[in-house]
């Protein structure tokens, strides 16, 4: 694979709409549903390109004019500005449609819903922060998820990216892997540390790509969700302007809203890609069963027992995590309205349970697909292939399977050593 040999600054992608976001006009807001925003043919359209992408490595360049065009980045961004105004759990529902069509344009695009999702229970909960936000996005901005750092399994509750109090922000300075959507993205979240604020060390807030010391690798060269081109981003003393600033916290799990929200819009559009992957595994397996046939002849493979009883137990599998997926997303739609379920602190189990049971769902449901389809399926340039490499990044993205079970332990009985 191809390293940047130095800094090398690149040109910041464009922007994707004229400042306000307006909605295409062949779109309805009053009717919008995830079905219209995504009909079946320009689904169709994503599933044929994806094999492209994945064989020649490349970002999904055509999918994200796509996307924009039909105004895709913009669903949960509010109708009064510019948006689509999507509730949480209709976002996951398009999302979830799309990597049913395409699992790599699904997993890069979900970084910068992460982010509007993040305003959008920030606006729930009357927080004005929300609006800086939802004003970027509008404009055409793309958010990115510059937060996984190599080695650092607190992930969003502590960071070695190191943060320097300047008289107008801050001087950003570290390493950020898995940044998903690299070529695309405009403004950057990302946190670091700054020690001289002991009470409050880690800093979130957003990073211009026009901004100096940013320097994109391009070494994205992995087994499966290749064309979210989720490369690594050294930031060398960037420039974090004071008004990019979003919130500052205690090292460690707490209720700051922003942490919140990216935590519980991370874990749950996540889930929603993956159980999508789950969607089209079940669809591939009662279609190549409904026309596979032994070499003897005789019935097809729909009709035979064991066939018949694994696409079953796919299914089944894929229906629980939706349920799941369900509920949190409506009880976070919830917020801020009389009776809306407030689950204290086992919010961030849950958003972490649901993360997990759904990639492990959908890698469940992928292997039985490939169990009931025959040897064909192995070959490079199947689909359900495909998705067998695809579905095995669930595994990597936070929280995974270790600090799952090391929070739901201590939550249950309390730390090691009392």
């Known amino acids: 694979m191809d390293h940047a040999t130095g800094p090398q600054p690149e040109p910041a992608p464009p922007r994707t709409s004229s400042p306000g976001g307006e909605v295409p006009g062949h779109l309805v807001p009053e009717t919008l549903l995830p079905e219209t925003l995504l009909p079946d043919d320009l689904l169709a359209t994503f599933r044929e390109r994806a094999a492209g992408y ?68 920030l606006r729930l909960r009357g927080d004005a922060r929300a609006d800086r936000i939802f ?91 290749r064309a979210s081109q989720s490369r690594t981003t050294v930031l060398r003393s960037v420039p974090m302007p004071a008004e990019q600033v979003l919130t500052r916290t205690p090292v ?24 999508g992957i789950a969607d089209r595994a079940v669809e591939l397996a009662v279609e190549i069963a409904g026309t596979r046939r032994s070499r003897g002849g005789g019935a097809v493979h729909a009709e035979h027992p064991d066939v018949r009883w694994q696409i079953a137990e796919a299914a089944l599998v894929r229906d629980g995590v939706e349920l799941q997926l369900l509920r949190l997303t409506a009880d976070v739609d919830a917020l801020g309205t009389a009776g809306a379920p407030d689950h204290g ?46 579905v095995l990044a669930g595994i990597y993205h936070p929280s995974d399977n270790e600090s799952v079970h090391a929070a739901v332990a201590k939550a249950l009985l309390g730390p090691i050593g009392g």
């Open 345 to 390: 602190p086992r919010w961030f189990l849950l958003f972490s349970g649901v993360k997990h049971r759904a990639t492990e769902a959908a890698r469940q449901v992928v292997d039985l697909a490939m169990r009931t389809s025959g040897g064909a399926q192995y070959s490079r340039g199947r689909e359900l292939e495909r998705l067998y490499r695809d």
């Open 135 to 225: 004003e970027q996005a509008a404009a055409g901005e793309i958010f990115a998820f510059g937060i996984s750092e190599a080695g650092n399994d607190s992930v969003l509750f502590d960071a070695d990216t190191t943060a320097v109090a300047t008289a107008d922000g801050y001087r950003i300075t570290g390493t950020k892997i898995f940044t998903s959507l690299s070529p695309a993205w405009t403004r950057l979240i990302v946190h670091a540390r700054d020690d001289a604020e002991p009470a409050a060390p880690l800093v979130f807030g957003f990073l211009d790509r026009t901004a100096e010391g940013i320097e994109v690798l391009d070494d994205w060269d992995t087994m499966g969700m």
């Open 54 to 121: 994945d064989r020649e490595n490349r970002f999904f360049d055509e999918d994200f004019a796509d996307l924009v065009r039909i105004g895709y980045p913009l669903m949960l961004v509010p109708r009064d500005r510019g948006g689509l105004g999507f509730t949480l759990q209709q976002a996951a529902a398009a999302q979830r449609r799309l990597a049913a069509a395409a699992p790599a344009t699904a997993l890069g695009i979900n970084m910068h819903h992460v982010l509007v999702g993040v305003a959008h229970t």
């Open 252 to 275: 460690g799990p707490n209720p700051d809203p922003v942490v919140w929200g990216v935590f519980g819009c991370f874990e749950l559009l996540l889930a929603a890609v993956y159980t």
